[in-house]
């Protein structure tokens, strides 16, 4: 079962790129030896530049966990091996993380995870997406007619599910 959903991935991935040659669709790598399987999509002709897509993706794999305090960052090289692009680009994505001391260098060592790292992403994400998220919740309920106390008792019922 398990083959075959990667199989399938595989698939679709080649889907992708023969749809929108303006993708470049990673879905595993000999290039980080037995690491996890790597899934990102890298929108070539984006709004978003490519640095930034890659590092957008190093802080998913901080927030998820798959890279933790003081693990190994992958290099600028590996990056640009994994994704098939500019070692430049990669080290680009590498510096937001560096000034925003997410990452840190060892010399000779390599770069590694910061201690607060997933603190300061999660904290981030909350102020950012949940303010964004909410806006958007209270600008479609005003457009829709729902009242703050419906919407509350959605809210409440959504929850009560979840849990």
């Known amino acids: 079962m398990k083959r075959c959903l990667v199989v399938i991935l595989h698939l679709f991935c080649v889907y992708l790129l023969f749809l929108n040659k303006k993708c470049i669709v990673h879905y595993n790598s000999n290039v ?3 690491q996890k399987v790597v899934k990102l999509l890298l929108e070539m002709d984006g709004e978003k530049p490519i640095y930034v897509q890659i590092a957008e993706w190093l802080e998913r794999e901080i ?3 798959t890279l ?6 992958y290099s600028q090289y590996q990056l640009a091996e994994l ?3 500019n070692p430049a680009t990669a080290g680009k994505g590498l510096t937001i993380l560096l000034d925003a001391e997410l990452i840190y ?3 000779g060592l390599g770069t590694f995870v910061s201690a607060d790292a997933r603190k300061k ?6 102020d950012r997406t949940l303010r964004r998220l909410v806006h958007e919740l209270l600008d479609e309920a005003k457009l829709l007619g729902i009242e703050e106390e419906q919407l509350f008792q959605l809210i409440r019922a959504e929850r009560k599910e979840r849990l």
Do not use: C, Q, S
């Not at 992403?121 to 909350?126: P, Q």
């Open 83 to 85: 994704f098939n692009i």
């Open 121 to 126: 992403l999660l904290a981030k994400r909350k």
């Open 63 to 65: 927030i998820d966990e």
């Open 32 to 34: 980080l030896g037995n």
């Open 105 to 107: 260098k060892k010399r």
């Open 68 to 73: 933790k305090t003081d693990d190994k960052v």
